[in-house]
């Protein structure tokens, strides 16, 4: 109005939607999935470290992370993508929450020492955001094509839990969420979001600490297991039979030395072992530690008792939502379900499937998450998607989920 310099202006009118009383802020999905890490690592009173390699779009993340040395957080920038996730493994080996950070290439790098955090079962967050591929792709444009390599992108059986943040704003409790997995059942654990959501920004409430999660864990500090000889020892691979997470001793701790490496552990002696059935034994019960991880109930938003069920995860979720209201305007009948953690899938998501004739999965991929939705659930999982490096239009999406609706 000063300057006279636009010729048209807009005025946008109060949002109707009730928000939470409280202190807002603008802030991008990196820079809160940054200060949800380190906010984890202050819950769980442990030091924060950070083994990266710059990658774009991640690098946002170690450039203010490095800015909070007063929070006891370490930036290590290595010289390639496997010395910043083997500081980060060491790193939690010595008693840190470990993280490392990368897009869709680095995780490729990455997949021996994850495969070794899964062997050790040790506390790691290995931060995915997803960029266009294959291999150098498109570094600036955005995709969700790196669901399956997080599932399954390892050798052997080395099941890895994954929890996606669906905006900006969530990626702050996204991080949280998925510290408090890899401490409170020792697993490294992704965090998948993408080049949409480290970009974009929303507004963000500021929490009370009152609020936040305690994340704190306990280190053993003696022997854990008594012989039938009456001698106490420490067995490193001895676990929570709630968790089924093995102790956390932190190195120099007296009589708690014990054997790491990648090769096969022997059940509670931790001690190596080729024994066949020791070997069946160990893959199983790291596949039940994830499978049985405490999740919520996936909700589901179905005002109408629609027919038709629109799944998504992850960034998705903006558009679907924005697509799912226009239909609704126009009288239409439609239900939304979103999907923060992947590896478990919520334990209500199989009986929530067969309530609807229809399941619509919008990705942005060539359909990971419709691909394991229709494996586990034997349902008629329907993909929509597009790979063109840009976030779907709430338009285009609804016209693509009235066409289902309409069938």
């Not at 300057?3 to 999905?29: H, K, L, M, Q």
């Not at 160990?282 to 629109?310: N, W």
């Not at 960034?315 to 379900?337: K, L």
Request: hydrophobic residues 40%.
């Amino acid at each position: 109005e000063t300057t006279e310099d636009f010729a048209v202006s807009y005025e946008i009118a109060p949002a109707t939607r009730a928000f939470p009383t409280g202190t807002y802020r603008n802030i991008s999905g990196n820079l809160a999935l940054s200060y949800g890490l380190v906010a984890a690592a202050r819950q769980a009173d442990l030091p924060l470290y950070l083994g990266s390699y710059p990658i774009t779009p991640a690098s946002d993340i170690l450039h203010e992370l490095s800015r909070h040395k007063n929070f006891g957080v370490r930036t290590f920038q290595a010289e390639d993508e496997i010395a910043g996730i083997g500081a980060a493994l060491g790193a939690a080996f010595g008693g840190a929450l470990g993280v490392t950070t990368t897009s869709g290439p680095g995780v490729a790098l990455k997949s021996e020492t994850i495969g070794l955090a899964v062997s050790l079962e040790l506390p790691l967050l290995i931060v995915d955001i997803q960029r266009g591929g294959p291999s150098t792709g498109l570094p600036t444009k955005t995709e969700q094509a790196d669901l399956l390599q997080a599932m399954y992108g390892r050798n052997g059986e080395a099941p890895v839990p994954i929890v996606a943040p669906m905006t900006p704003a969530d990626c702050f409790d996204a991080a949280i969420e998925a510290a408090r997995i890899a401490l409170a059942y020792r697993t490294p654990v992704f965090l998948l979001s993408d080049g949409y959501l480290a970009n974009g920004s929303e507004p963000w409430r500021i929490p009370d600490v009152d609020e936040l999660p305690d994340l704190r864990t306990r280190f053993s500090t003696g022997p854990n297991h008594e012989l039938a000889d009456g001698t106490e020892v420490f067995w490193p691979y001895k676990r929570d039979p709630e968790t089924l997470a093995r102790p956390w001793a932190v190195p120099g701790t007296p009589g708690l030395e014990h054997r790491i490496g990648g090769i096969e552990k022997q059940d509670g002696t931790g001690n190596i072992s080729y024994d066949p059935a020791n070997h069946e034994f160990m893959v199983r019960t790291r596949q039940a530690k994830v499978d049985g991880i405490d999740v919520p109930d996936i909700e589901v938003d179905d005002p109408d008792g629609a027919r038709t069920l629109v799944l998504g995860w992850g960034s998705t979720y903006g558009p679907i939502t924005a697509a799912v209201r226009r239909i609704r305007r126009e009288d239409g009948h439609i239900a939304q379900a979103h999907l923060r953690h992947l590896n478990p899938f919520p334990k209500n998501l199989g009986e929530v499937l067969k309530r609807y004739e229809k399941v619509v999965v919008p990705e942005m991929n060539l359909g990971q998450l419709a691909t394991l939705v229709r494996a586990r659930y034997l349902v008629d999982a329907r993909s929509h998607t597009q790979v063109n490096g840009m976030p779907f239009k709430a338009e285009q999406l609804a016209a693509a989920l009235k066409e289902a609706i309409d069938e």
